[in-house]
T-cell receptor, first 114, second 113 residues
């Protein structure tokens, strides 16, 4: 019963490098989300998806890209890493996106850009 | 736009005592959900309790209960018989329909033995 799995758990990048944060869920949830959490702050939505092939921007999408080719996977790509992207990244999923079926969160990826 | 405000960056309480964490929110909607999430040092986001706006009865989950004041747009969390394992960051969050979760800034709760 894995739930939402994020890899890697930790990563250090140099400025200008690119990488993909992986997220997969085994609950057949339609909705998936990417959040970032800066130190001492709450989570802010980067991108979300309501189903395979459909993605949309959240509150802080600049510098990121996503794709959703399958129900299970929702990778987040950083193309040109910048120090401002140092954060903890959370992936989440939900069956319907509604509050009566709360989001399930992964354990997060701590990303440092140096 | 909806906003969620937690005015207490830090709180502390003696073990076995009761503590209340505050949360206010701003919305023009009448049907929505409110949540309290716990984030221990392990970084996991753990759902503590949920409140549906159209239900007047305050939600409870064991030692956790809320005081939901819809007209005042207030949603406080009460933790009774505080335990050392309750130490964590607590986030208040709001969602309306199939929209995004909006989080507050968080309150760091310390439990003193």
């Amino acid at each position: 019963n894995a739930g939402v799995t994020q890899t890697p758990k930790f990563r250090i990048l140099k400025i200008g490098q690119s990488m993909t944060l992986q997220c997969t869920q085994d609950m057949n949830h339609n909705y998936m989300y990417w959040y970032r959490q800066d130190p001492g702050m709450g989570l802010k939505l980067i991108y979300y998806s309501v189903g395979a092939g459909i993605t949309d921007k959240g509150e802080v999408p600049n510098g990121y890209n996503v794709s959703r080719s399958t129900t299970e996977d929702f990778p987040l790509r950083l193309e040109l890493a910048a120090p401002s992207q140092t954060s903890v990244y959370f992936c989440a999923s939900s069956p319907t996106g509604s509050g009566n079926q709360p989001q399930h969160f992964g354990d997060g990826t701590r990303l440092s850009i140096l | 736009a909806q906003t969620v405000t937690q005015s207490q960056p830090e709180m502390s309480v003696q073990e076995a005592e009761t503590v209340t964490l505050s949360c206010t929110y701003d919305t023009s909607e009448s049907d929505y959900y409110l949540f309290w999430y716990k984030q221990p040092p392990s970084r996991q986001m753990i759902l503590v309790i949920r409140q549906e706006a159209y239900k007047q009865q305050n939600a409870t989950e064991n030692r956790f209960s809320v005081n939901f004041q819809k007209a005042a747009k207030s949603f406080s969390l009460k933790i009774s018989d505080s335990q050392l394992g309750d130490a964590a960051m607590y986030f208040c969050a709001y969602i309306q329909g199939a929209q995004k979760l909006v989080f507050g800034q968080g309150t760091r709760l310390t439990i003193n033995p």
